[in-house]
C-alpha cells in the first residue's frame, strides 16, 4: 500500500509539473520584488519587522471558492500568488541559531500532491527558493513554531486584520497563522493592546515577566503608499499593456453596438477582448449602464436587456498581470449623439481635456478635478441644467482622478503629482431621472475616463487610441465590427 501511495504521488507532481508549460514570459521578475523589498526595508524605522499576510480563499457558495486573488502588497514585494502565507521584512540583518544572517523570511502553503491534482500546483519551498530568490523560505507550518520574540523590535508593523477569513482543515491555513500572530504580538479582539500596564499591574505579584510589543498598525499602508505611487519601468510596461488592452476594448464595442444589445451582451464584448489579448481578470467589477443606469456610479448589475437609443456608460479595465487600467468610455446605442446628450458629453469632454493638461509636476493631486470641475459646474449653468455654481455640485458627485496600478484606486500619499505616476481623470455629468430640471435632461450620464502617465514632459494620455470627441466616437461606430458576423442560433 505504502508503493503504491508513494507511486501515486509520483504521477501527481509529474503531472502538476507538466501543467505548467506555456506560461507568459512577461511577468515582474523575482528582481523587480527583491528590489522593492529592499526599498520598503530601507523606509522601515530602525529596529523594526513589518509582517505581510497574503489574501484570504473567498467563499462564492458551499464548496465553491472564488478566483484567487494574491493580496496586492504581497504580491508587490513577493511575486507569490498563492494563498496561506506570510513574509516577513526585518529593517536590520538578524542572526539564526546557526549564526547565518537574514533579513527576510517568507512562508508558503506546503506541496501537498493530493490537494494539487484538484486545484493545482503549488510552489513550495524550494519554487519559492528557486523562482522567487527567497533564501529563507518555509511551510507555514514552520511559522506556527516559529519562536520569534516580537518584543525585542521597537516596532512591529502590519495592517489590521479584517477577519474575513475562514478556518479549513489544513493545519497551517491563513487563520492559522494570523491567530498564531495574534498570540505573540498580544493581540485582542482584532485590536493591539494599546497598553500594557494592566497586563504588567495584574502579573506584578508573580515573577513572570511580561514583555510590551510595540505594535503599529498604521505607518506599513503609508510606507507601502510611498512606494506602490510611484511606478517603476517594469510596472510601467505591464500597465501599459492592461490600458491598450482596455482601449481596444472600448474601439471593439464602438463599432458592434447597436439598440438591441443589452448591457450583459456590452460587457461579453469588452471582456472577450480582454482574454483575446491575453488578460487574466478584470480590474474590477464591470460597469455598463445604459440611460438612467449610467446615473449609478458603481452600477454592476448590467441587466437592462436592450439599450435602445440611450447613452452606454462603459468603465471597465483590463488586469494584465497583476496590473489594472481604469477606462471609460459613454456612446450612443444608436450610434449618433442627440442635442442634449452632444451638449452634455461635449462639455464632459471640455473638462477633461482642461483636467488632463493640468495634471503636470509639481501640481496638486486635487488640480485636475479643480480644473474640470470649474468648466463642468458653469457649463451646467449656462445650459440651465443648474440654478447656480453651487447646485451643479449633485451632477458631478465624485473626484476625478485616483492613483493606478495592482488596484485600480491604488495606494498613494496624494500630494503633488511626480514622474511616473498613472493616475485617472475622469470628469462626469450624471441627470436622474427626477432631477429638478429640465425633463428633457433626463437620464443623461456622461463619463469620460482616461489613464495619465505623469512625466517630465507633460501628461501622456495612455488610454487615447479609444477615441473621445462626439465626432470621432460617431465616427468609429459606423465601421463594421468583426463581431456582425456573430450569428448564435435562438434559444427561446
Known amino acids: 500500500m505504502k508503493v503504491l501511495q508513494t507511486l501515486l504521488v509520483m504521477v501527481f507532481s509529474v503531472t502538476i509539473g507538466f501543467s505548467q508549460e506555456g506560461l507568459p514570459k512577461d511577468y515582474l521578475s523575482s528582481q523587480f520584488h527583491k528590489n522593492r523589498r529592499e526599498a520598503l526595508r530601507k523606509a522601515m524605522p530602525a529596529n523594526s519587522v513589518a509582517v505581510f499576510f497574503a489574501n484570504p480563499v473567498r467563499n462564492r457558495a458551499n ?160 510606507l507601502m503608499a510611498g512606494l506602490r505611487e510611484i511606478k517603476t519601468k517594469e510596472e510601467l510596461v505591464l500597465l501599459k499593456k492592461a490600458v491598450r488592452i482596455s482601449a481596444m476594448g472600448q474601439r471593439e464595442i464602438m463599432k458592434a453596438m447597436h439598440p438591441e444589445m443589452s448591457e450583459t451582451e456590452i460587457q461579453g464584448v469588452h471582456e472577450y477582448i480582454y482574454k483575446k489579448y491575453g488578460s487574466e481578470y478584470e480590474g474590477y467589477p464591470s460597469i455598463v449602464g445604459a440611460g438612467n443606469n449610467g446615473c449609478v456610479l458603481h452600477y454592476i448589475e448590467n441587466t437592462k436587456t436592450k439599450v435602445a437609443n440611450d447613452l452606454v456608460l462603459m468603465d471597465l479595465g483590463a488586469e494584465y498581470h497583476g496590473y489594472t487600467a481604469d477606462v471609460t468610455r459613454t456612446i450612443p446605442a444608436n450610434g449618433t449623439f442627440n442635442t442634449e446628450q452632444k451638449l452634455i458629453y461635449d462639455l464632459v469632454y471640455k473638462a477633461q481635456e482642461a483636467g488632463i493638461n493640468a495634471s503636470l509636476v509639481g501640481a496638486g493631486f486635487g488640480a485636475p478635478d479643480a480644473a474640470a470641475r470649474a468648466i463642468i459646474n458653469q457649463g451646467l449653468v449656462d445650459l440651465g441644467v443648474a440654478k447656480n455654481l453651487g447646485d451643479a455640485r449633485q451632477y458631478f458627485p465624485h473626484g476625478s482622478s485616483h492613483h493606478i496600478g495592482l488596484d485600480v484606486h491604488d495606494p498613494g500619499l496624494y500630494g503633488p503629482l511626480a514622474v511616473d505616476m498613472v493616475i485617472t481623470v475622469e470628469p462626469g455629468i450624471y441627470i436622474p431621472e427626477g432631477s429638478d430640471c429640465d425633463p428633457k435632461w433626463y437620464g443623461i450620464a456622461v463619463r469620460i475616463e482616461d489613464d495619465i502617465l505623469i512625466t517630465a514632459n507633460g501628461p501622456e494620455n495612455l488610454s487615447a487610441e479609444a477615441p473621445r470627441t462626439s465626432d470621432d466616437i460617431e465616427k468609429l461606430m459606423k465601421e463594421k465590427s468583426v463581431l456582425n458576423d456573430l450569428d448564435l442560433p435562438n434559444l427561446d
Open 63 to 222: 464548496d465553491v471558492e472564488y478566483v484567487y486573488h494574491q493580496d496586492p502588497n504581497f504580491y508587490y514585494l513577493t511575486g507569490y500568488k498563492e494563498p496561506h502565507a506570510v513574509l516577513l521584512i526585518f529593517s536590520e540583518n538578524q542572526t539564526n541559531a546557526e549564526g547565518a544572517t537574514y533579513n527576510e523570511q517568507l512562508y508558503v502553503q506546503e506541496r501537498n500532491a493530493r490537494a494539487e491534482q484538484w486545484t493545482g500546483r503549488r510552489l513550495g519551498v524550494e519554487g519559492a527558493k528557486a523562482e522567487l530568490g527567497f533564501a529563507n523560505s518555509f511551510n507555514g507550518t514552520e511559522f506556527l513554531n516559529s519562536k520569534i520574540d516580537y518584543s525585542t523590535f521597537d516596532k512591529v508593523l502590519f495592517e489590521n486584520f479584517n477577519d474575513d477569513y475562514r478556518n479549513s482543515r489544513d493545519k497551517a491555513d491563513l487563520f492559522d497563522l494570523i491567530q498564531f500572530f495574534k498570540q505573540q504580538v498580544q493581540l485582542v479582539d482584532h485590536y493591539k493592546i494599546e497598553n500594557a500596564k494592566d497586563d504588567i499591574e495584574t502579573n506584578s505579584s508573580t515573577n513572570i515577566e511580561v514583555k510590551q510589543v510595540k505594535t503599529d498598525v498604521k505607518s506599513l499602508s503609508t
